[in-house]
């Protein structure tokens, strides 16, 4: 068993350098190397250490959902508009992409609304179907997901 774990590290744990990007990514020796195009720059975290818990796999399958719902590149530009107009109000806030606005408004999207919303189970087809408020960035607004800023209203591409 140990033979094949070492191969499968060998194997996959490798950082790389791609030509024509400002950057080294991959994994090497515990740490995870990324370039941060905000920052300009490449940043180092330690490799998480979490011992396998049912906690874990229930969030590793929601992370999976979430990503399967693979929303619009119309819509993404939204989140990154909105996210933008954001920061620029609030110095404080600090979330790094789009993305992480838009988790953090379906983790609050499933708190609003429990009996409707399994984060285990969504899809872009069930949040269509039901007309959930996640479906744009100005129905997220309205519903309160997201705060006010101005101009959300033109933020209507759905998912």
């Known amino acids: 068993m140990q033979g094949k774990w070492k191969k499968h590290m060998e194997e996959n744990m490798k950082a790389t350098v791609k030509e024509g990007l400002k950057g080294f990514s991959g994994k090497l020796d515990g740490a995870i190397y990324y370039y941060h195009p905000r920052l300009k720059c490449t940043l180092m975290r330690r490799a998480p250490k979490m011992p396998v818990q ?4 229930d969030y590793t ?6 990503k399967a719902i693979a929303p619009s590149e119309a819509y993404r530009n939204d989140f990154r508009n909105y996210l933008n107009h954001l920061r620029d109000r609030d110095d404080s806030i600090r979330l790094p992409s789009w993305y992480s606005l838009y988790v953090k408004m379906l983790w609050a999207m499933q708190a609003k609304y429990p009996d409707a919303v399994s984060l285990k189970t969504i899809t872009r087809e069930q949040i269509m179907a039901q007309n959930l ?3 744009s960035v100005k129905t997220a607004v309205e519903d309160g997901l997201l705060a006010i800023i101005p101009g959300y209203q033109y933020m209507d591409k759905e998912i």
């Open 61 to 66: 399958t929601i992370a999976r959902q979430i």
């Open 133 to 135: 408020p996640c479906r």
């Open 54 to 57: 049912a906690q874990n796999l």
